[in-house]
């Protein structure tokens, strides 16, 4: 079926997603690739698709869209709810207009959804994750993406980090924003809290500190941009703080001390992923709370001078 142009009645593909737009070619890496999405909503899939497993409600817009290219034996969508009690469903529509819809994997009696496409074609593929059973019910968890036989019961382990597999894909505490050319740069965010109970420094020493596994702080990068900085200077002078950074490839990125100082700096340099980028502020106190200013920017404002525009492009 054809969806209609009336997002608040029909499942639409022409309209914006509602968590991002990502492009991947075929023998992509890291594999798999994946995002957090925010599905459900109160429009009831079966008023667009029909197919046994097409059901749930969600919204009119995608909640993500891929760009695919390139030639390749196998295509696989798989989502993963934070809640594995709460019954989820995917549904995608593919290039040719093709709907394929899944509640529950069938390869071992899995409760999480798996789609796949055999010889993807290239071209645009929509993304909608839905609740099976309760209108207006929000459905948080990670899509991947992967070309490999990764079922949705193996998928996890498969994306995580020793480092970091423990903080992997929640959302963060502070809304997100998109982080575009229209944005103030530096953009400050005061009253971002660090610290937490989670010891990432005892998984691997080159994240130090304790955070949250929630993030402080998300923001969307919907503009690829060759340098991405970002630091945190807490409110009270002297006080040690860290940073860790995820970006939207899945690589991770941590910092203690910069400038001479005990403020956290990260430079993200030549990694030109789009989507969202979740920050942690870590103590190096357990349970210690940190609060303070986290600002970002393409520019080279620092802890030293967080106020220095960034350089006009164009």
Not at 18 to 42: I, K, M, Q
């Amino acid at each position: 079926p054809t969806a209609t142009p009336l997002p608040a009645t029909a499942l639409n593909g022409s309209l914006a997603p509602r968590s991002g737009v990502e492009s991947l070619n075929a023998g992509f890496l890291p594999d798999p690739y994946w995002t957090v999405l925010t599905g459900g909503g109160a429009l009831d899939v079966t008023a667009s698709v029909t197919g046994a497993d097409c059901i749930g409600y969600t919204h009119g817009a995608p909640d993500f869209r891929l760009n695919w290219s390139g030639e390749s034996t196998r295509l696989r969508f798989l989502f993963a709810p934070l809640d594995d009690d709460q019954d989820s469903a995917l549904i995608v529509q593919a290039p040719d207009t093709i709907w394929r819809c899944n509640r529950d994997f069938a390869g071992g009696g899995y409760t999480r959804p798996q789609v796949e496409f055999i010889n993807p074609s290239a071209g645009i593929y929509n993304v909608w994750v839905s609740d099976e059973t309760t209108p207006d019910q929000t459905v948080l968890g990670v899509l991947y993406v992967t070309e490999k036989m990764y079922s949705p019961e193996t998928v996890r382990p498969a994306a995580g980090t020793d480092a970091t597999s423990a903080i992997d894909g929640l959302t963060p505490q502070v809304s997100a924003f998109a982080f575009d050319s229209t944005a103030p740069d530096p953009y400050a965010v005061p009253g971002v809290v660090g610290g937490g109970m989670l010891d990432i420094a005892a998984q691997n020493p080159a994240c130090p500190g304790y955070v949250q596994d929630q993030p402080s702080f998300g923001f969307m990068l919907p503009q690829p941009t060759a340098h991405l900085r970002v630091f945190f200077v807490s409110d009270a002078a002297g006080v040690d703080a860290a940073l860790i950074v995820r970006m939207p490839d899945g690589s991770w990125y941590c910092n203690d001390d910069s400038f001479n100082t005990r403020q956290p700096t990260i430079d993200v340099i030549g990694n030109f992923s789009t989507g969202g980028v979740s920050i942690w502020v870590g103590s190096f106190d357990a349970n210690a709370t940190i609060p303070g200013t986290l600002t970002i920017t393409r520019g080279s404002a620092s802890p030293l001078d967080p106020t220095r525009a960034a350089p006009t492009v164009g």
